[in-house]
Every structure is written in structure tokens, then in C-alpha cells.
């Protein structure tokens, strides 16, 4: 009984850190596929803007809108029209790095991409960089300079 009790008390340690790997690694496996989504869950809780419920509806609604603004051949208005935007556009501007943010303005069609922002901010005398996340609402009649400089205020 001797032995068996210095056997366990030489090779708890290692036993207890065994256990503790084996468990590990069961949780692991049982969770992987939250464990690797969590990168895009991260990405959408801290690229969002926390809205009210009624701001999340307006959303919707202009949403629906723009769906409906469409050409009985199904294309959409055009967003712009001799420099100038065509119609009052509202966005929400997610939050966390530039690129991330813009892509919100890319998507509604008022830049071609990243560069085209950088490019109009630059000649606007601002830094791409200092883009807010917010909702905005860009008036008919708006340039891109005009946007660049609401967006980066």
C-alpha cells in the first residue's frame, strides 16, 4: 500500500494535468465551430452600431424603399447623376477600422471602393482614417466631397 500511496503522490501532478489536457480537448472539439466563427462574431459586435429597435426598423424601411425605387426592368436608380447623388440616401457607418467602415458607403454605391474614399478625402484635406461610425443621411444633390467630409466631421 506504501508503494501505491508514493506512486500517487509522485505522479499526481501529472495525472491532474493529464485530466485537465483531456478535458480541454473534449471542449474543444465539442465547440469548434463557434470557436472558429468567433472571428466574424467578433467582427459584426464591434463593427455595428448599437441601434434602437426604431432605428432598426427605419432601417428596414429604407430598405424596402430602395427596393422599390427600381425601373420597370428591375435595375436600380442610378445613385448619381452629373457628380451629384439622385436621392436622399441614409447609411449606418459600422464602427472598428476604416476599410470596415467605408465598405457600408462602397456597398450603397457612393464609392467605388477603399482607394476612391482615400482619394476624395485626400482632396478634401481629411484622412480617410478619421471616418465615424454613425448613421447618416446624405441629401439629394450631395458630392462625394460633400459625403467625405460628413463622414470623417
Aim: net charge negative.
Amino acid at each position: 500500500m506504501k508503494r501505491f500511496q508514493d506512486f500517487f503522490y509522485d505522479k499526481n501532478d501529472i495525472i491532474i494535468a493529464l485530466l485537465i489536457l483531456c478535458i480541454a480537448g473534449l471542449i474543444i472539439m465539442w465547440r469548434i465551430e463557434v470557436i472558429m466563427d468567433y472571428p466574424q462574431t467578433l467582427a459584426k459586435e464591434t463593427g455595428t452600431v448599437q441601434t434602437t429597435e426604431d432605428a432598426a426598423v427605419d432601417t428596414d424601411k429604407a430598405t424596402e424603399e430602395a427596393d422599390a425605387d427600381t425601373t420597370d426592368d428591375d435595375t436600380p436608380d442610378q445613385v448619381w447623376m452629373a457628380g451629384e447623388l439622385t436621392h436622399d440616401i441614409t447609411i449606418s457607418i459600422a464602427g472598428g477600422s476604416a476599410m470596415v467602415a467605408v465598405d457600408g458607403l462602397v456597398s450603397a454605391g457612393l464609392f467605388d471602393s477603399y482607394d476612391d474614399f482615400a482619394e476624395v478625402c485626400k482632396a478634401a484635406g481629411r484622412s480617410p482614417e478619421d471616418i465615424k461610425a454613425n448613421t447618416f443621411t446624405f441629401e439629394k444633390g450631395s458630392t462625394q466631397t460633400d459625403i467625405a467630409k460628413q463622414v470623417t466631421d
